[in-house]
């Protein structure tokens, strides 16, 4: 076991957003030689420093036996393999808060290590960038080294693979900490569009008030990638869709649409809105599930030459509350579809009548109103004809962050400051994890054989089934025709 570390200035005190816990004065990375760190970690906590917003050591941990200098050498490498032009003068900065610590999880010398390179550090935040067998044992260890009174823990989803384990990890992990201290990372919570869905529905009196089952007919919500697995076989056969992306991001997505407006704005409220709402929803019904797997899938290095693993998943899932009883929610996610977009879609009930300066003899009704957000930053409203819809899309102004040339945060980026200020609104909390999957378990369970689909196609066939009556899936808005 080896320590390299080198002097760097310690932060200031200052407390988060929610009043709570103060800003961490030093951030500990286990796992920071690993993939997780070379194509996020180290780009995003650049980022941070060339914003002025990182002003603590970073401590690494892991088992090679690196020094320093070598930390920050990979450092550079994995901040330029990101496509960063690197500022010398803001590397140099970054660069001197890093130091290293080599060692074993397992072994209780390496927290004693951690502990003499933490100092006299008192608000440490630690981010678990290893697999999630580990959690348990790496925070004994911190526990046992007197290390966690006062500090954050930051873990990587998944956070189980079904609701048993993810209660069994949940109570694990709490026999060390308590779960205030847990952020949990869902790297879709620091994108932009959630915090957008709460202030376009709370913010704007015209859009609350029929936001419900009496105006709005179905609620759509796409998350498409136009890219496959590739050289990720190994992670992602075991996963699938479902686990991946539905069980948390989607979810967050229907959470933030069909939750109960909330009346402040701290991480509590949030998060006591959201798993309410996830209370009221009924188990999904596998009847109401559709498994895709893209051709060429089972030929990736990784992959089981007959594997079952969907690719694509559609659904459908029912609020079972005074807002949205009886209005369903379509979620469609896949991989090698026609473009990567991840969009919310309101579908309005009724149609406006045919127009009557129409040139045509017997004019057609226009498409019921529909209200659309893409998570990109970017915003949609559809209405009319396949010709008028184009000609706004070519006319749409682009809202967003992307303002003054300046490139907005990535998710990594946005949690990891969250996490350093002790923002946690951006993480979730067990309850809202267990009802997620409650609400999943069924199509976890769900073995059913998947259906083929062509790259480049939007879905299955018997995908188009499940929202036939309901005027089938619409959009995403960026490849409309």
Same mark, same amino acid.
């Given at each position: 076991?080896?320590?390299?570390?080198?002097?760097?200035?310690?932060?200031?005190?200052?407390?988060?957003?929610?009043?709570?816990?103060?800003?961490?004065?030093?951030?500990?990375?286990?796992?920071?030689?690993?993939?997780?760190?070379?194509?996020?970690?180290?780009?995003?906590?650049?980022?941070?420093?060339?914003?002025?917003?990182?002003?603590?050591?970073?401590?690494?941990?892991?088992?090679?036996?690196?020094?320093?200098?070598?930390?920050?050498?990979?450092?550079?490498?994995?901040?330029?393999?990101?496509?960063?032009?690197?500022?010398?003068?803001?590397?140099?900065?970054?660069?001197?808060?890093?130091?290293?610590?080599?060692?074993?999880?397992?072994?209780?010398?390496?927290?004693?290590?951690?502990?003499?390179?933490?100092?006299?550090?008192?608000?440490?935040?630690?981010?678990?960038?290893?697999?999630?067998?580990?959690?348990?044992?790496?925070?004994?260890?911190?526990?046992?080294?007197?290390?966690?009174?006062?500090?954050?823990?930051?873990?990587?989803?998944?956070?189980?693979?079904?609701?048993?384990?993810?209660?069994?990890?949940?109570?694990?992990?709490?026999?060390?900490?308590?779960?205030?201290?847990?952020?949990?990372?869902?790297?879709?919570?620091?994108?932009?569009?959630?915090?957008?869905?709460?202030?376009?529905?709370?913010?704007?009196?015209?859009?609350?008030?029929?936001?419900?089952?009496?105006?709005?007919?179905?609620?759509?919500?796409?998350?498409?990638?136009?890219?496959?697995?590739?050289?990720?076989?190994?992670?992602?056969?075991?996963?699938?869709?479902?686990?991946?992306?539905?069980?948390?991001?989607?979810?967050?997505?229907?959470?933030?649409?069909?939750? !109960? /407006?909330?009346? %402040?704005?701290?991480?509590?409220?949030?998060? +006591?809105?959201?798993?309410?709402?996830? *209370?009221?929803? $009924?188990?999904?019904?596998?009847?109401?599930?559709?498994?895709?797997?893209?051709?060429?899938?089972?030929?990736?290095?990784?992959?089981?030459?007959?594997?079952?693993?969907?690719?694509?998943?559609?659904?459908?899932?029912?609020?079972?509350?005074?807002?949205?009883?009886?209005?369903?929610?379509?979620?469609?996610?896949?991989?090698?579809?026609?473009?990567?977009?991840?969009?919310?879609?309101?579908?309005?009930?009724?149609?406006?009548?045919?127009?009557?300066?129409?040139?045509?003899?017997?004019? !057609? /009704?226009?498409? %019921?109103?529909?209200?659309?957000?893409?998570? +990109?930053?970017?915003?949609?409203?559809? *209405?009319?004809? $396949?010709?008028?819809?184009?000609?706004?899309?070519?006319?749409?102004?682009?809202?967003?962050?992307?303002?003054?040339?300046?490139?907005?945060?990535?998710?990594?980026?946005?949690?990891?400051?969250?996490?350093?200020?002790?923002?946690?609104?951006?993480?979730?909390?067990?309850?809202?994890?267990?009802?997620?999957?409650?609400?999943?378990?069924?199509?976890?369970?769900?073995?059913?054989?998947?259906?083929?689909?062509?790259?480049?196609?939007?879905?299955?066939?018997?995908?188009?089934?499940?929202?036939?009556?309901?005027?089938?899936?619409?959009?995403?808005?960026?490849?409309?025709?």
């Amino acid at each position: 076991m080896t320590t390299a570390v080198r002097s760097a200035p310690r932060a200031t005190a200052g407390h988060d957003v929610d009043g709570g816990s103060p800003a961490a004065d030093v951030l500990v990375v286990f796992g920071i030689t690993g993939d997780l760190a070379k194509v996020m970690t180290f780009h995003s906590l650049y980022r941070l420093e060339r914003r002025g917003l990182l002003n603590c050591p970073i401590i690494g941990v892991a088992v090679s036996n690196w020094s320093a200098e070598e930390l920050g050498e990979h450092a550079r490498g994995a901040i330029e393999n990101c496509g960063e032009q690197i500022d010398g003068d803001v590397f140099e900065h970054f660069a001197a808060r890093l130091s290293y610590v080599a060692g074993d999880f397992g072994d209780s010398a390496t927290y004693q290590s951690v502990t003499r390179a933490i100092g006299d550090a008192r608000r440490p935040v630690f981010y678990l960038e290893i697999p999630q067998f580990l959690f348990g044992p790496v925070i004994k260890g911190l526990a046992e080294a007197g290390l966690t009174k006062s500090a954050r823990v930051v873990v990587e989803k998944p956070l189980g693979h079904d609701l048993q384990s993810a209660r069994e990890l949940a109570d694990e992990i709490h026999q060390y900490i308590d779960e205030s201290q847990l952020y949990r990372i869902d790297h879709f919570l620091g994108k932009m569009g959630l915090g957008e869905i709460l202030y376009l529905r709370l913010a704007n009196p015209i859009f609350e008030p029929i936001w419900n089952r009496h105006h709005v007919a179905s609620v759509e919500i796409t998350l498409g990638e136009s890219f496959g697995v590739e050289d990720r076989g190994h992670f992602y056969d075991p996963v699938g869709a479902l686990r991946d992306v539905v069980v948390n991001h989607l979810m967050q997505v229907v959470g933030a649409v069909a939750s !109960e /407006p909330i009346a %402040a704005g701290d991480a509590k409220t949030l998060k +006591d809105a959201l798993a309410s709402l996830y *209370r009221t929803m $009924a188990a999904a019904d596998p009847a109401h599930h559709v498994r895709g797997q893209y051709e060429g899938y089972r030929a990736i290095d990784g992959v089981a030459p007959q594997s079952n693993t969907e690719t694509y998943a559609a659904l459908k899932l029912e609020v079972d509350n005074w807002r949205w009883s009886g209005d369903p929610f379509f979620i469609r996610t896949g991989k090698c579809l026609p473009a990567t977009q991840t969009e919310l879609r309101l579908v309005f009930r009724g149609r406006p009548p045919g127009l009557v300066f129409s040139l045509k003899r017997r004019p !057609e /009704p226009p498409p %019921a109103d529909r209200q659309a957000r893409s998570y +990109d930053g970017h915003p949609a409203a559809a *209405r009319g004809s $396949a010709q008028r819809r184009r000609r706004a899309r070519a006319n749409q102004p682009r809202h967003g962050i992307r303002t003054r040339g300046r490139r907005r945060p990535d998710a990594y980026e946005v949690l990891l400051h969250a996490a350093m200020v002790g923002d946690s609104k951006r993480f979730t909390r067990q309850d809202g994890v267990e009802e997620c999957w409650r609400v999943m378990q069924p199509l976890s369970d769900d073995q059913s054989p998947v259906h083929q689909y062509a790259k480049g196609s939007w879905c299955p066939e018997a995908a188009d089934k499940l929202t036939a009556g309901h005027g089938g899936w619409r959009g995403p808005w960026v490849v409309e025709s």
